[in-house]
């Protein structure tokens, strides 16, 4: 039900639903409901932050939850939800302003994607990389990023692809007012 929330736009309820299933995960015993809990609170409040309808004091809690979702899935030898949380902390450390950690993060998450062969995943990874470079001011990396999430997302025939070609986008835009300014 949290899911089809999320799918249906009501971010508060998937929230509450996803506590009440970390609640029940824990009552049961069972650190892998209680992790993809976790996890999926975790990006609920991400997604809830970008939307405008949580602010930034709701990144500590958000990050809590994800750091032990984490734990959780190294002690159960998850590689790929580690690779899924160490994205969306790199997503949500990158909201707080550390650029530094996000990129840590999110670098790990891309060669665990990597290894695994798992393509969306280094699509999605290498989208905020890009992102995260492209707000440094890093056009050249952020391009790099940008122009392999488009390839990937091609090949899978995925929607996001529109979301790194904007950006793309106001690269050549940004680079363009720089080379006219003569910088």
């Known amino acids: 039900l949290a899911n089809i929330d999320v799918?249906?736009?009501?971010?508060?309820?998937?929230?509450?639903?996803?506590?009440?299933?970390?609640?029940?995960?824990?009552?049961?015993?069972?650190?892998r409901i209680v992790a993809a809990g976790l996890l999926n609170a975790g990006v609920v409040v991400?997604?809830?932050?970008f939307a405008g309808l949580s602010?930034?004091?709701?990144?500590?809690?958000?990050?809590?939850?994800?750091?032990?979702?984490?734990?959780?899935?190294?002690?159960?030898?998850?590689?790929y939800g580690i690779a899924v949380v160490l994205?969306?902390?790199?997503?949500?450390?990158?909201?707080?302003?550390?650029?530094d950690e996000a990129r840590r993060y999110l670098g790990e998450s891309l060669a665990i994607s990597r290894h695994l062969g798992n393509r969306k995943g280094v699509a999605g990874t290498v989208r905020f990389l890009g992102?995260?470079?492209?707000?440094?001011?890093?056009y050249r990396a952020a391009r790099a990023h940008l122009e392999e999430c488009v390839r990937i997302e091609q090949q899978l025939g995925t929607p996001r692809q529109a979301e790194a070609?904007?950006?793309?986008?106001?690269?050549?835009?940004?680079e363009r007012r720089l080379t006219e300014r003569g910088v």
């Open 46 to 49: 991400e997604h809830m932050i």
């Open 131 to 138: 992102q995260l470079e492209f707000r440094r001011g890093d």
């Open 87 to 99: 994205e969306n902390l790199g997503v949500l450390v990158g909201i707080d302003g550390d650029d």
């Open 165 to 174: 070609v904007a950006f793309l986008a106001a690269i050549a835009e940004q």
């Open 55 to 79: 602010g930034r004091e709701a990144v500590a809690p958000a990050r809590g939850a994800l750091l032990e979702a984490l734990d959780l899935y190294r002690e159960q030898g998850n590689i």
């Open 7 to 31: 799918v249906e736009g009501d971010l508060a309820s998937a929230h509450r639903r996803y506590t009440l299933v970390i609640e029940l995960g824990r009552e049961l015993g069972d650190d």
